[in-house]
């Protein structure tokens, strides 16, 4: 017995001995991808030397003789920090995921293949200015340069994502960083499946006229009736469930209605306590380790310009010179239709159009997949664009049979110039010479918000499609792709697009809300992003004479709900201090304990504080409630509670209180009896979630950040190396926007946010503060790799200055790069 018992113990001892060699092994091998910050390499594609220096928080400060030679630096940085990051959003937009994992990634590729985006980018290159052409170039070269390092030093591939999804890196293309700019585009791009979901509920609903409460209007002036969408295609199903996206964190299709949103504001000197002009920017996206964002200083022939970079993409999408600073936020332009279009019942190779039948323009395309056969695709275009598949959007569920649907998108553009104007807007030293610079840019549209030393001003950016007056739909709902009032007509030239130049007010701001009221066809869109957090920005400007940088941080970092402070009078109106104390334990003693909270709170969706949790809790079972007889599984579709909504069915706007009425039930219900209902639903489940206590509940708890790896994120053990998970404040409708995921079983999780956030003040440009919501290495061994996570939870921010011995000072490495056979 002793000896089995001996020896039992030997094997034990052996295999704990393996799989710390093991781990060893694997730590060193990722440990090889480290960079290594202090260090000069002889490299190729240079002119002259090149020196990176990056300081204490691993920003690099790039320096070159000329322009070529800096974003040949910044390529170089790039791919030392976020090489994975990087090739895995050039295989996305190429549709080549597959080729790295599988099945798993096939539906992705198929769609990104139909909208040809990759070779659109390609014939794009041409089309910029020599400028550009010459950055774009040397930026791949850089890219190139640390990549030939990697493989002539062994630098363990480069990553450690590298080991486990063995695939080759090509090099780095000039036309890569287009299709990068165009995959940004996809992931802010909304009005297509908010044009499929607007059908859907038309024929799901028995009283159309309720579409304009469940998917009401920004508030402001109304629209003209729209035909309902069972009379543009007669046949389809009340209810057809149709395909949604693929629900993969490595999918960039984004959910209807999280399509990007982003705050900037900006105040003129009247406006301002130091005289100069002030901006404020944090764009919004999904979370993900590492951040989408990346700080970077560059110092071009025009001067030095500091900010916010996305890996891959060689310009600073927000930050500052310093004579200028600009910010971006999602303009929510309508820049997409979708078409329905018509088979020739004769020769399905052909569609209608308003000259008869004609063939589709169509070519094949094959996918390599891991671990199983290739695929060929055949790719369909009509005059309309790129023939989509219904497995997608769900779109099967509101094209008829005989039918197929198209895509109209400014991006599908293959001579877009939009990197062109990210250049252009980087070189300006005024205001009027970026707004000047935008002209070329195509997609994705954007607010452009604007300072130089005495001038504010905001331009949207992008190309408006020209629509006919006539159009069915206007453009909210699929179309007739045959019918020549429907089809777009070109662009509307720039002096269209919105401009605001010195406000008189010396204020100017955007939320994603509404900016201006025009009539069809030149009205921008009738989706926007915010109907809420605009009121919040609107008093915090107003409550001051002048502004900080202080006062800026301040509104970027509020937490306080006007929709709370909105809708809970309204909702609860009949609940308050009504009847005596319920005995303990009951569940109408657990209504009173919440309806006493929330009386006393002020609606701040502070982390640390219960009534958060209770009210986001109440209103999402509100919702679900006013809304899954009328809708049925439709409902299900509607994640997240809209305010606007709410506030149509409780004020009973144009007869929208019928929402409270469940049709089903014999008994006719009020807006009070579902108010009642839907608190004591939501005081079980977060009785079930997080405990009875309700005063002891944390907002924080449900509503953790999370920054995940898209990949590795979800592998036991590593997933604890490489998700950052944390308590956060904010929620769907503050200016700290902290949007919920809405999904069970955890709805209330942080998933899309302020990723970066800069201050510029151009009176003391050097005092402007920047952060990111993860490190700036996208290596999870690097101390980097989260270090501003918790400066950027915490609400605070660094400063970065063009002065370079400040960078010197502190800095944790030095790069230098030679040109190969260089003599000084």
């Known amino acids: 017995m002793g000896q089995v018992f001996r020896w039992l113990l030997r094997i034990a001892a052996g295999l704990v001995g393996l799989v710390v060699l093991a781990v060893g092994l694997i730590y060193f091998l990722a440990n090889q991808s480290l960079p290594d910050y202090d260090q000069t390499e002889t490299v190729t594609g240079l002119t002259a030397p090149v020196e990176i220096i990056r300081d204490n ?88 340069a640390r990549l030939a390092e990697i493989n002539d030093e062994a630098l363990g591939r480069g990553a450690p994502e590298m080991f486990l999804f063995n695939a080759p890196v090509a090099p780095w293309q000039p036309a890569d960083s287009i299709a990068l700019l165009k995959l940004v585009a996809l992931q802010l791009s909304g009005h297509l499946e908010n044009e ?55 999918s960039p299709f984004p959910k209807h209605d999280m399509a990007g949103a982003s705050n900037a504001w900006a105040a003129a000197p009247s406006r301002s306590a130091s005289g100069g002009t002030l901006l404020a920017n944090d764009p919004h996206l999904g979370f993900t380790a590492p951040s989408t964002w990346y700080l970077a200083r560059i110092e071009l022939q025009s001067g030095g310009v500091i900010g916010a970079t996305i890996p891959g993409i060689p310009a600073i999408m927000s930050g500052r010179s310093r004579q200028m600073g600009w910010g971006i936020t999602s303009s929510y332009l309508d820049d997409q239709d979708v078409f329905i279009e018509k088979l020739n019942p004769d020769n399905p190779e052909e569609y209608l159009t308003p000259q008869g039948y004609k063939p589709f323009e169509s070519r094949p395309s094959i996918i390599q997949i891991k671990d199983a056969p ?216 657990q209504r009173q304990i919440a309806l006493q909270l929330l009386a006393e709170w002020n609606g701040e969706m502070n982390e640390h504080m219960p009534e958060p949790l209770i009210y986001a809790a109440w209103l999402r079972a509100l919702q679900k409630r006013l809304i899954e007889d009328e809708l049925g599984p439709l409902a299900d579709e509607f994640k997240h509670v809209d305010p606007v909504f709410i506030e149509r069915v409780y004020r009973n706007i144009d007869g929208a209180a019928v929402w409270c009425d469940v049709r089903q039930s014999a008994p006719k219900e009020t807006c009070t009896d579902m108010a009642r209902l839907a608190l004591d639903d939501a005081l079980v489940w977060i009785g079930e979630k997080y405990g009875t206590s309700l005063e002891s509940l944390r907002w924080g708890d449900a509503h953790q950040a999370t920054h995940d790896h898209p990949v590795l994120g979800e592998v036991p053990v590593l997933r604890f190396f490489v998700n950052i998970r944390q308590s956060t404040s904010g929620g769907d409708n503050t200016l700290e926007r902290g949007l919920t995921s809405g999904e069970d079983p955890d709805p209330f999780l942080n998933v899309h946010g302020a990723g970066y956030r800069g201050v510029y003040d151009l009176a003391d440009p050097d005092s402007s503060v920047f952060i990111i919501s993860t490190g700036q290495s996208g290596h999870f ?44």
């Open 781 to 824: 061994l690097s101390r980097h790799y989260d270090d501003l996570a918790q400066l950027w939870r915490r609400g605070e921010y660094i400063p970065m200055s063009l002065d370079v011995n400040l960078a010197r000072a502190a800095a944790v490495g030095v790069t230098h790069l030679i040109p190969q056979g260089w003599k000084d």
């Open 374 to 589: 290739p695929i060929t695709l055949t790719l369909r275009w009509t005059e309309n664009g790129p023939v989509l598949p219904g497995s997608h959007y769900h779109l099967d569920a509101v094209t008829p049979p005989g039918h197929v649907a198209a895509l109209s998108w400014t991006a599908l553009d293959g001579q877009d110039t939009t990197m062109t104007a990210a250049m252009g807007i980087m070189h300006a030293t005024t205001v009027q010479q970026a707004i000047d610079a935008g002209e070329k840019f195509i997609a994705p549209s954007q607010n452009l918000m604007l300072i130089d030393s005495d001038t504010i001003a905001m331009k949207t950016v992008g190309a408006m499609p020209r629509r006919d007056p006539r159009h069915q739909s206007q453009g909210r709902l699929p179309s007739q792709g045959w019918r020549a009032e429907n089809r777009w007509e070109g662009r509307l030239p720039y002096a269209a697009n919105p401009e605001f130049v010195s406000p008189r007010g010396g204020i100017l701001g955007n939320t994603n809300n509404k900016i201006l009221e025009r009539p069809f066809p030149n009205h921008v869109s009738f989706l926007w992003g915010d109907t809420q957090r605009v009121n919040r920005w609107q008093r915090l400007m107003q409550a001051r004479q002048v502004h900080t940088r202080e006062s800026f941080i301040e509104a970027q970092l509020d937490t306080v709900s006007f929709t709370a402070r909105s809708l809970l009078p309204l909702i609860g109106a009949d609940l308050w201090f009504t009847g005596e104390a319920a005995p303990e334990g009951t569940p109408q003693r």
């Open 196 to 250: 499929v979901l607007r059908a859907r509920t038309a024929l799901m609903l028995d009283d159309t006229d309720r579409l304009k409460d469940i998917l009401p209007d920004a508030p402001g002036t109304g629209v003209a009736a729209l035909p309902e969408y069972a009379q543009l295609f007669p046949g389809l199903p009340r209810y057809a469930a149709g395909t949604p996206m693929p629900d993969d964190p490595l």
């Open 57 to 144: 928080a691993d920003v690099p400060h790039i320096f070159g003789r000329d322009d070529p030679d800096v974003f040949f630096g910044l390529g170089y940085a790039h791919a030392q920090d976020r090489l994975w990051q990087m090739t895995t959003m050039r295989r996305t937009v190429q549709g080549r995921l597959s080729e790295v994992f599988g099945q798993r990634t096939l539906r992705i590729d198929r769609l990104l293949r139909r909208l040809d985006l990759y070779r659109l980018a390609q014939t794009s290159f041409e089309a910029q200015d020599e400028y550009t052409k010459a950055a774009l170039r040397a930026y791949a070269a850089g890219v190139n």
